[in-house]
């Protein structure tokens, strides 16, 4: 059952965001996004300020990073990598504007959001690697804002979820240390959602199993194991590998990860993605935590300002962001 704030929200959602937007380009699906958000997002919090300054990859591509920092910057404990959602497709510096500057005031941590590259025009691994490059370049002191406190952690929602679960364990992989947390909120951790929720909530408000299908095949295409018949074996294994450590749920190993807060919502297909993800890091021996927002629903960040479970759910980002700093 929805939470009776979280009714309000998706009838206020729905006259803004339709759902028949699938049938739209790209470019208008973007449109639409945007204008639900700004319709959520207050002025800038009261102690937090910004600066924007593009970043440029090893590889060259180059693209804006947000940061969001407290006045007495110097006195910050901890900095947090913002990936935003938008199921890789849709999404910017400022859809996610409420939840980046509402975790800087709340944590007095500096939050840097990062304007990765969009689907489809730029498919996998496309968002993974704009996500890695920043980390490393965090991890090194090299982003363009001056000095910002050493200790680091990332955090996302839904496919920013992916990233930042991806960034970390390709970091474990490599034996490259330095990222102390993990919070994610209803991510998405697969090419195809878990079950029972799979089924379950195939239909729900705000991203039906249809949608996750959609963006999945936007951003993975069939790169993610369905390759083209006739493609040669190494071909295939080539092209896989590439992608595969884009997908947290399809990794061989879960140990070696920094502690990690997974959050799942009630009514989302997505739901068991963060339960399996945890499980999977308990099993491996580490510390991970998998509370589920009751009467929630994909995307009900954006209801901060009215639902008692979102701001459950933002204050347990918050905590285990701010404990996992002063660490």
């Not at 910057?73 to 938008?86: A, C, K």
């Not at 840097?112 to 965090?138: F, G, K, M, S, W």
Request: aromatic share 8%.
């Amino acid at each position: 059952m929805l939470e009776p704030e979280m009714v309000a929200f998706v009838e206020r959602t729905k006259s803004l965001y339709p759902s028949d937007r699938a049938v739209s380009t790209v470019v208008e699906q973007r449109a639409m996004y945007e204008r639900l958000a700004a319709a959520f997002t207050p002025p800038l919090p009261d102690g937090v300020r910004t600066h924007d300054a593009p970043f440029t990859s090893p590889d060259g591509h180059t693209f804006m990073l947000r940061l969001y920092a407290p006045f007495e910057r110097e006195r910050s404990s901890g900095t947090v990598l913002y990936f935003h959602g938008g199921g890789f497709v849709v999404g910017s510096l400022a859809s996610h504007d409420l939840i980046t500057a509402r975790i800087a005031a709340d944590t007095g941590l500096c939050v840097i959001a990062v304007d990765y590259r969009l689907a489809p025009e730029h498919p996998a691994p496309a968002a993974h690697d704009d996500c890695l490059a920043v980390t490393r370049a965090a991890l090194d002191g090299r982003l363009p804002f001056g000095p910002l406190p050493a200790s680091l952690q990332l955090a996302g929602d839904s496919a920013g979820a992916t990233l930042a679960a991806s960034v970390a364990m390709r970091l474990r992989d490599e034996g490259v240390k330095g990222v102390r947390g993990l919070a994610l909120v209803y991510p998405m951790l697969g090419v195809e959602p878990q079950s029972p929720a799979r089924e379950t909530e195939a239909d729900a408000p705000m991203l039906t199993l249809a949608d996750v299908r959609r963006y999945s095949a936007l951003y993975w295409g069939d790169q993610a194991g369905n390759e083209a018949d006739g493609a040669d074996s190494g071909m295939r294994a080539s092209v896989s590998a590439r992608v595969a450590w884009t997908i947290p749920l399809e990794a061989s190993r879960y140990d070696g990860l920094p502690p990690t807060l997974a959050i799942g919502v009630e009514h989302d297909p997505l739901r068991d993605d963060a339960r399996l993800f945890a499980e999977r890091i308990r099993a491996a021996g580490g510390q991970a935590h998998a509370p589920v927002g009751k009467g929630l629903v994909h995307g009900s960040w954006r209801a901060l300002a009215t639902s008692p479970g979102v701001q459950w759910m933002h204050g347990e980002v918050c905590r285990f962001l701010s404990d996992r700093a002063a660490e």
